[in-house]
């Protein structure tokens, strides 16, 4: 329900009257099991504010002139890329790519950690980069192309 509250929020900054349009949207698609998502998008929508100046509003004063010392990042900061990450190390499921497969590439252009690729003609799954999140086999067009299976120990 956090997307219909920010749903809420964009609409109140994009549309400001247009809560109504928002609440028939939502009641249209989401049908009897509305009414939370309704109160997401009414709670989205009133707690939104717009971060600028103006008319009318009370500057803020300034302090003596010193920044306030920052702390250090909770989660470590790196600027390189993932692929020194073997994500596929902890993973308990991977997909096996089965017969039915045309290789028409869909999973490897949703995969997040970039682990299925086509390889002379053929899809082929990295598993020292695959953490079986099972989003490939979500996306896949074709039935029974792609299976989860355990992974062994």
């Known amino acids: 329900m956090g997307n219909i509250a ?3 929020a964009c609409v109140r900054l994009l549309l400001p009257d247009g ?10 698609r989401m049908g009897a099991g509305a009414e939370a998502n309704l ?11 717009r ?8 500057p803020v004063e300034q302090g003596n002139g010193s920044a306030p010392k920052r702390s250090a990042p909770v989660f470590a900061v790196s600027t390189s890329d993932s692929l020194r990450n073997l994500t596929g190390s902890w993973s308990l499921e ?6 039915a497969c045309n290789d028409c590439a869909l999973c490897a252009l949703f ?17 020292l980069y695959c953490k079986g999140c099972g989003i490939c086999e979500a996306v896949c067009p074709v039935r029974n192309a792609i299976e989860m299976e355990e992974v062994p120990a």
């Not at 991977?94 to 017969?99: E, G, Q």
């Open 19 to 28: 809560l109504d349009h928002l609440e028939q949207a939502v009641a249209a």
């Open 94 to 99: 991977r997909p096996v790519l089965l017969d």
């Open 39 to 49: 109160a997401a998008a009414r709670e989205g929508f009133e707690r939104c504010t």
């Open 111 to 127: 995969c997040p950690e970039g682990a299925i690729a086509r390889v002379d003609g053929s899809m082929v799954v990295d598993y």
């Open 6 to 8: 920010v749903l809420g």
């Open 51 to 58: 971060q600028r100046a103006v008319a009318g509003d009370t």
